[in-house]
C-alpha cells in the first residue's frame, strides 16, 4: 500500500462548480498534511496546510482533515479554468521532515 | 523574499556525464530538501539539510547521488555518470525551523541522452 494515495483523474468539472478532491494516507500517526498545486512543466505551489479535524477554509479552498478515517480532502468552489492543474496531497513521514506526496489528481475546469 | 531558486533550468547531457544543479533557499531558511519527479507521479524525497549538516542521505537514489551545502545556505546535488534514468525534475525546497511547511523552488529539468 502506498502511503499517500491519490485518484489520478482527469477530473472534469463546468466552470463555477465545486471540485473535489480526495486523499487518503496510511501513516496513522501522521500530524502535517498539505495540498500542492502543480501546473503542466512547473513546480509545486503550496494551497493549503492542515493539522486538525475539521474543515480549514482559504478564500475559495477549503481542506477537509478526518484523521479517524485517514482521509484528507480538498474542496474548490466557484471552480475557474485557471483552476486546472495537477492538484497534490502531502503528508509528512514519521521521519517529521520528509514529504510523503500522492501521484496528483489532474483537474481540467471547462468554461 | 524572492523565493527558492535553482539553477539551471533545464539541463542536458550525455550518459556518463556529471551534472551538479544549484539551489539557493529563502533566506533565513535553515532547513533544506532535494526531491525528485518523473512524469506522472508525485515529488520523491531525495535529502534534506538543516543548517549545513546533512541529516538523512539514505533516501539518496544511488551512491552515484551526492549533495552539499557548504555554508549553511545554498546547496548543490550531484550526479555522477548520468543514466537515461536520471532523466526527470529535480526539486529543492526550504523550510524554517520553526514551522514544518515547504516551499519549492522552480525546478531543474534533466535530459539525458
Known amino acids: 500500500q502506498k502511503e499517500v494515495e491519490q485518484n489520478s483523474g482527469p477530473l472534469s468539472v463546468p466552470e463555477g462548480a465545486i471540485a473535489s478532491l480526495n486523499c487518503t494516507y496510511s501513516d496513522r500517526g501522521s500530524q502535517s498534511f498539505f495540498w500542492y498545486r502543480q501546473y503542466s512543466g512547473k513546480s509545486p505551489e503550496l494551497i493549503m496546510s492542515?493539522?486538525?479535524?475539521g474543515d480549514k477554509e482559504d478564500g475559495r479552498f477549503t481542506a477537509q482533515l478526518n484523521k479517524a478515517s485517514q482521509y484528507v480532502s480538498l474542496l474548490i468552489r466557484d471552480s475557474q479554468p485557471s483552476d486546472s492543474a495537477t492538484y497534490l496531497c502531502?503528508?509528512?513521514?514519521?521521519?517529521?521532515?520528509?514529504?510523503?506526496f500522492g501521484k496528483g489528481t489532474s483537474l481540467l475546469v471547462t468554461p | 523574499d524572492t523565493g527558492v531558486s535553482q539553477d539551471p533550468r533545464h539541463k542536458i547531457t550525455k550518459r556518463g556525464q556529471n551534472v551538479t544543479f544549484r539551489c539557493d533557499p529563502i533566506?533565513?531558511?535553515?532547513?533544506l530538501y532535494w526531491y525528485r519527479q518523473t512524469l506522472g507521479q508525485g515529488p520523491e524525497f531525495l535529502t534534506y539539510f538543516q543548517n549545513e549538516a546533512q541529516l538523512e542521505k539514505s533516501r539518496l537514489l544511488s551512491d552515484r547521488f551526492s549533495a552539499e551545502r557548504p555554508k549553511g545556505s545554498f546547496s548543490t546535488l550531484e550526479i555522477q555518470r548520468t543514466e537515461q534514468g536520471d532523466s526527470a525534475m529535480y526539486l529543492c525546497?526550504?523550510?524554517?525551523?520553526?514551522?514544518?511547511?515547504?516551499?519549492f523552488g522552480p525546478g531543474t529539468r534533466l535530459t539525458v541522452l
Open positions: 533566506s533565513e531558511h535553515n532547513r
Open positions: 492542515i493539522y486538525s479535524n
Open positions: 502531502a503528508v509528512y513521514s514519521n521521519s517529521g521532515y520528509a514529504l510523503n
Open positions: 525546497a526550504s523550510s524554517l525551523d520553526t514551522t514544518d511547511t515547504q516551499y
